[in-house]
């Protein structure tokens, strides 16, 4: 797993500074230096913390304090919505990811929101749920086009059958292994290049499907999108 890691992080470091066409790089906290919850998960499992993954392909910007409240979005522009992965640590299982039109509230017979009307876009093959820029299967496709409605995103593994992760938090509901404390699964944070310019209408969303929270199982990237309520 070190050896491993350790490949991870060159090859990143090396793919940001292609992204950023310069060779300065955003300073790379070390792992001792990151002390929040998320980022201590992902090392407990010899994995790399979000914040990692992110300063190392060029994106400036920080996991905690970025962070915002974005669970529902519209398309921000003309042409379609880019959703793609750009890496993934989580389960050695098919992860499959796509889009969902947000539905009015209403009370179902058991005062349960509506399940999401799921729109299947990529999936990533078991093998390379372990790694950043994680190839997506054939047939996979890395945008669509909601229109002018609300939509929201998702995530599924086959190590969890029948769940979904969603970006609104209140359908974690109909995933019977999130306490009702802890269906906060989709973290929006919104990007910067390596120079901390905003980059505009694009997002950057770090979801976890599985409990220990390191918020990196796979981690997206989103744009010409704006979050709405």
Known sequence: MRTVGLFGVL???????????????????????LKDPASLAAIACGEPPLQIILLRQGYKVDTVRDEIEAQRFVKAGRGPVIFKPIAA??????????????????ATSNNLPPPPEKHLLWRIDAPYNKQDFPPV???SSLQFDPGR??????????GF???????EDILQVYDPRFKPNDRHKAHVIPARDASGKLIPNTYL?????????????????VSNVKPVH
């Open 205 to 221: 969303i770090g979801w976890e499907y599985s409990t220990n929270n390191d918020d990196q199982d796979v981690v997206t990237l």
């Open 161 to 167: 059958p029948n769940e979904t992760i969603c970006t």
């Open 149 to 158: 409605q609300r939509f929201g995103l998702w995530v599924s593994t086959a």
């Open 89 to 106: 640590y989580g389960l050695y299982k098919v992860c499959s990811a796509g889009w969902y039109p947000v539905k009015p509230a209403s």
């Open 137 to 139: 299967m054939a047939g």
């Open 11 to 33: 090859f990143g470091l090396g793919m940001a500074i292609i992204q950023d066409g310069t060779n300065k790089m955003p300073p790379i906290p070390s792992y001792a230096s």
